[in-house]
């Protein structure tokens, strides 16, 4: 049997420090046909495949998102009978380096300035998910996006640009704001297209605190929060979506959660959003 190597530190005898490893995970280098390098971080269940093979939820900022999102998943699939979640594939697509968000990298594929997030998007549901379907089978009917800030408007952007290549989206915190609120063309032109068949799946979250600063501490940034109007705007996008009946969306504030705070408690609501019994696509193994 291997035994813990053990060293010697200030007189006492401990464990040698060893990296901390995600069971039945894997992570890997991927370079896009022009060159861009990505990190794959991706979890596959151990237990035996649905028929139709694994729900799919794919996380952008995966290097910030992947680790919590996992974790909420496990958590919530270990107690099916309470959370109605069960297994599911998890991709989170990510940069290299340390930092958990690539403050350019990911201006360049979320928004969709020049076309950017139409080719990440495309990168994600071709080549990308191609390597996860060489790990597991998946169902590519039964797939989920999750983004935050930025990323809460590149899940916007994808529902009402690719309406149907996800079946749920979640939006967290999401930058409305940006471009002058360009975000709403885009849904304007979603809801003036032909209505799918399938009603299109929507969470909105944001946190409580995220309108809202001391003017007196930080006038500045008390300024901008004003500006970007994070609650008032996902009230508002939620409330246009739910009245045109187009989409099926869920509005949730998260009292007390600041911009970033809040990511845990948004992705605990998306696991059970996207992969619960509610989800419409949850298939017993």
């Known amino acids: 049997m291997l035994r813990p190597e053990r060293v010697a530190f200030e007189g006492h005898l401990a464990p040698a420090l060893r990296p901390v490893e995600l069971p039945h995970t894997h992570s890997f280098a991927f370079t896009s046909a022009g060159g861009a390098e990505y990190r794959l971080l991706v979890a596959i269940p151990p237990e035996p495949a649905p028929a139709a093979g694994f729900p799919v939820l794919v996380l952008v900022d995966g290097d910030a998102l992947f680790p919590t999102a996992l974790s909420a998943a496990r958590l919530q699939a270990g107690r099916p009978e309470v959370s109605g979640v069960g297994p599911a594939v998890i991709l989170g697509v990510g940069y290299p380096g340390a930092a958990p968000f690539d403050a350019e990298r990911r201006r360049q594929d979320l928004l969709p300035t020049d076309g950017g997030a139409d080719r990440f998007l495309d990168l994600i549901a071709g080549e990308m998910l191609t390597q996860v379907e060489r790990l597991a089978p998946i169902d590519r009917a039964c797939m989920s996006l999750v983004g935050h800030s930025f990323g809460g408007l590149f899940a ?4 009402f640009a690719r309406p149907g290549l996800f079946r749920s989206h979640v939006a967290g915190s999401p930058s409305i704001w940006w471009d002058e609120r360009a975000i709403l063309a885009t849904r304007e032109r979603f809801l003036c297209s032909p209505a799918a068949t399938d009603t299109s799946r929507l969470l909105i979250t944001v946190g409580g605190e995220e309108q809202n600063d001391d003017a007196r501490r930080d006038p500045q940034r ?3 929060l004003r500006m970007a109007r994070m609650l008032d705007n996902a009230a508002e996008m939620a409330e246009a979506l739910t009245a045109s009946g187009r989409v099926d969306c ?8 600041n911009h970033i705070s809040v990511v845990p408690a948004m992705l605990s609501r998306a696991v059970a959003f996207t992969l619960g019994d509610g989800a419409g696509g949850r298939v017993a193994p």
């Not at 869920?250 to 959660?257: A, L, R």
Request: no cysteine; net charge negative; charged share 20%.
């Open 156 to 159: 916007l952007h994808t529902l």
């Open 222 to 224: 008390a300024a901008r």
């Open 250 to 257: 869920e509005h949730v504030v998260f009292p007390g959660e």
